[in-house]
């Protein structure tokens, strides 16, 4: 497994045990974090923030990797989501596309979003 991919599943596994002691060893302290549905957060205090609140309210169950792929310093990564927020159970297919710094870790995530649950309007 490469060192990217080592990185990003430490992060993703992060998010299933509520744990973010590791956040300052895989973010840059100036890390660009954009979600998928539109908020952004700027610096590792702000992610670390995001981190907390978000976890007060709800439970990541599932953050299931499909594939990466590497370019230079970039990975992008495919991946299926699901998770219990305020009692509201939802999952769907992602993909980030995470930039590293020349020191190794995370200086920027951009989150995309597609709904889980396919139509075939033409048939299969």
Known sequence: ???NEQIIKRYFNMWLSKDGSQLEGIFDKNIIYSECYGPEYLGIEQVRQWFEDWNRCGTVLTWNIKQYIHQLNQTVVEWYFECEYE????GFD???IIE???NGMISSIKEFMSKAEHEYPYGR
Not at 87 to 90: F, I, L, P, T, V
């Open 100 to 102: 590293f710094s020349d």
């Open 87 to 90: 009692e509201n159970r939802s």
């Open 1 to 3: 497994m490469l060192k």
């Open 94 to 96: 992602g993909v980030s």
